[in-house]
């Protein structure tokens, strides 16, 4: 059973940074890809990072140079360091695992909420 367990969500100031965590289990297959989206109050759910199972990055333009993704895979773990936060970064945050032969696979969300 495929199992998606994201954690490092919160309240912080703007300035602030914040650490999401989505550590996955249940995954025997290829891995073509991980992110995470986000989902803003009213909006549509919106890439924030990727990673590919090469290590190549993609950003979203409005967090470009402040948020940074990586993985390590003894942990089978997939990071987004988020710094510099501002007000508008405030969503729910989903990682997702994009898999070769076996679809994708989504976090239940975590919140960040940033504060002006």
């Known amino acids: 059973q495929v199992q998606l367990v994201e954690s490092g969500g919160g309240l912080v100031q703007a300035g602030g940074s914040l650490r999401l965590s989505c550590a996955y289990s249940?995954?025997?297959?290829?891995?073509?890809?991980m992110g995470w989206y986000r989902q803003a109050p009213g909006k549509q759910r919106a890439l924030a990072a990727t990673?590919?199972?090469?290590?190549?990055?993609n950003y979203a333009s409005s967090v470009k140079g402040r948020f940074t993704i990586s993985r390590d895979n003894a942990k089978n773990t997939v990071y987004l360091q988020m710094n510099s936060l501002k007000p508008e970064d405030t969503a729910v945050y989903s990682c997702?695992?994009?898999?070769?032969?076996?679809?994708?696979?989504w976090g239940q969300g975590t919140q960040v909420t940033v504060s002006s």
């Open positions: 249940g995954i025997s297959f290829a891995i073509n890809a």
């Open positions: 990673i590919t199972s090469g290590g190549s990055t």
């Open positions: 997702v695992i994009f898999t070769t032969t076996r679809g994708n696979y």
